[in-house]
């Protein structure tokens, strides 16, 4: 029932921008964390950020002063805007609640490939 569809990735030239979005149904998207993680082929999956229904936000540092992650509960959408874009930030990124994470349940994501 709960459905989360990332969109907006694509292929940017190092020091680029992106805005990826999350658009989530089949929930009370107001009462939830969101979180955005990124996966690369043979590695393991990485919390990027989070964003609690108040407002607060965290970053992990290999994105801090870079991304910026909002949420606009009215349109139940999630937002990652990524600046200053690095080769090493190429990877699938997903969205994704407290729940989904513990059950291992993850949609599609959207591929950033940050290239010259």
């Known amino acids: 029932q709960v459905q989360l569809v990332e969109s907006g990735g694509g292929l940017v030239q190092p020091g680029g921008s992106l805005r990826l979005s999350c658009a989530a149904s089949?929930?009370?998207?107001?009462?939830?964390?969101m979180g955005w993680f990124r996966q690369v082929p043979g590695k393991q999956r990485e919390l990027v950020t989070t964003?609690?229904?108040?407002?607060?936000?965290w970053y992990a540092d290999s994105v801090k002063g870079r991304f910026i992650i909002s949420r606009d509960n009215a349109k139940n959408t999630v937002y990652l805007q990524m600046n200053s874009l690095r080769p090493e930030d190429t990877a699938v990124y997903y969205c994704?609640?407290?729940?989904?994470?513990?059950?291992?349940?993850w949609g599609q994501g959207t591929q950033v490939t940050v290239s010259s």
């Open positions: 964003v609690t229904n108040g407002g607060s936000t």
């Open positions: 089949g929930i009370i998207f107001s009462s939830y964390l």
């Open positions: 994704n609640i407290p729940a989904g994470v513990k059950e291992n349940r």
